[in-house]
């Protein structure tokens, strides 16, 4: 088994990654979807559900107005591309977004939402705040969804995708042989958990 630890830094393309662009989308359709919800039922509390069809159709125009911003964030302000590095340690896998670029938007993000009075855009860069590092430790993974034409490896837990590993396309092997064995030590691990609980029972 290989030793600890492996460590990593990788350019990720945004738009021609598909997980990449559900968390993105993910990223404007959650705060939004609040807000409208707490907007449906303000006006559903006050009897004014006359006015329902005009909140619905200002929540697709701030939608249609997020997504081109992100949209051209994306390809003038990004180019395309996040710098993530990776880390395996003996309790988990740490992700980080390393891009300075990053950082400057998601705050960007909350100041220009808060100044604009739109909680849609400040929640969107609170939740990409929130999302910028991750730690998920071995016991959490159930399995692992390889994607080797992308050089991509999910780690799914037991409803949701907990992270996305980014890998070149010559640590890919490496990587994926290791996230192989941490699990499998990890599945030991619970075993022998179970075995003693009920031993000592």
């Known amino acids: 088994m290989m030793s600890d630890p492996l460590a990593w830094t990788i350019e990720v393309p945004l738009l021609?990654?598909?997980?990449?662009?559900?968390?993105?989308?993910?990223?404007?359709?959650?705060?939004?979807?609040?807000?409208?919800?707490?907007l449906v039922g303000l006006a559903w509390i006050e009897g004014s559900?006359?006015?329902?069809?005009?909140?619905?159709?200002?929540?697709?125009?701030?939608?249609?107005?997020?997504?081109?911003?992100?949209?051209?964030?994306?390809?003038l302000f990004f180019n395309n591309r996040m710098t993530v590095s990776f880390e395996f340690t003996e309790d988990?896998?740490?992700s980080r977004v390393v891009d300075q670029r990053a950082r400057v938007g998601r705050t960007m993000a909350i100041v220009l939402g808060v100044l604009a009075r739109s909680p849609a855009a400040a929640g969107a860069g609170l939740l990409a705040q929130s999302n910028s590092s991750r730690f998920t430790r071995w016991h959490a993974i159930q399995k692992l969804e390889a994607d080797p034409k992308r050089h991509?490896?999910?780690?799914k837990g037991k409803a949701?995708?907990?992270?996305?590993?980014?890998?070149?396309?010559d640590n890919f092997p490496i990587v994926k042989t290791r996230l192989e064995e941490k699990l499998k030590a990890a599945s030991k691990r619970k075993v022998a958990t179970v075995q003693d609980s009920r031993t000592s029972g």
């Open 16 to 38: 021609s990654t598909p997980v990449i662009v559900r968390q993105l989308a993910a990223v404007v359709l959650i705060p939004l979807g609040i807000l409208t919800l707490l």
């Open 160 to 169: 949701l995708t907990l992270d996305a590993i980014f890998c070149s396309e």
């Open 152 to 155: 991509c490896i999910l780690l």
């Open 49 to 75: 559900l006359d006015d329902l069809g005009a909140i619905l159709r200002a929540m697709v125009g701030v939608l249609a107005i997020l997504a081109v911003l992100m949209l051209v964030a994306i390809l």
């Open 92 to 94: 988990g896998v740490r």
